[in-house]
């Protein structure tokens, strides 16, 4: 059984620039979370797709959009970069709604420093 | 305004002695409550989870008191190991039953165990 996996593993980018991470998602698992978490502070939630639709959505501007793919990987993607950007983005996999106990399971994350 | 609250950064114990972490919470509409631990460099991995209809669930080492009057909850470990020193994170939900997605966490507490 494969974990969650997400690339890059660190990245750095100036101000104004467009990023995309990825996640491959735990083997099982159809629905995807993403978090971004700022130093110092709890993960807090991005967004999440479950079949390839965004199926909630946190308080984050348009500029932070995401996809997911039939085989239930995921892409997340931020454009025109801020300073506050700057986190760790952590992506999540889990079975859908009614299934288990709705457990998370979280990849390592992609350490994201805007310059 | 943070829902979840995790007011003690972090905590120190000595090995063989109890570990208490607390949380508290705000809205009332939250109906299942997880606890996850974070070592560096590490996604969080979930560790012990909690519904409203009860008021203590254990696992191991591991016991979560959930006390709904108070918006308290609590992680006991017992004995502590310093394999348990790393980051805890409470974290809630007002969808238990359906997706999992969308967690409130808190900020964390740093638990160190000493030998």
């Known amino acids: 059984e494969t974990g969650v996996t997400q690339s890059p593993t660190h990245l750095i980018k100036t101000r104004g620039q467009q990023v995309t991470l990825r996640c491959s998602s735990q083997s099982g698992h159809n629905t995807v979370s993403w978090y971004q978490q700022a130093l110092g502070q709890g993960p807090q939630f991005i967004f999440q797709y479950y079949r390839e639709e965004e199926n909630g959505r946190g308080n984050f501007p348009p500029r932070f959009s995401g996809l997911q793919f039939p085989n239930y990987s995921s892409e997340l993607n931020v454009n025109a970069l801020e300073l506050d950007d700057s986190a760790l983005y952590l992506c999540?996999?889990?079975?859908?709604?009614?299934f288990g106990t709705g457990e998370l399971f979280f990849g390592e994350g992609s350490r994201l420093t805007v310059l | 305004d943070q829902q979840v609250k995790q007011n003690s950064p972090s905590l120190s114990v000595q090995e063989g002695r109890i570990s208490i972490l607390n949380c508290d919470y705000t809205n009332s509409m939250f109906d299942y409550f997880l606890w996850y631990k974070k070592y560096p460099a590490e996604g969080p991995t979930f560790l012990i989870s909690i519904s409203s209809i009860k008021d203590k669930n254990e696992d191991g080492r591991f016991t979560v008191f959930l006390n709904k009057s108070a918006k308290h909850l609590s992680l006991h470990i017992v004995p502590s190991q310093p394999g348990d020193s790393a980051v805890y994170f409470c974290a809630a939900s007002m969808n238990y039953g359906g997706s999992q997605g969308n967690l409130i966490f808190g900020k964390g507490t740093k638990l160190s165990v000493k030998p």
């Open positions: 999540a996999s889990s079975l859908a709604a009614g």
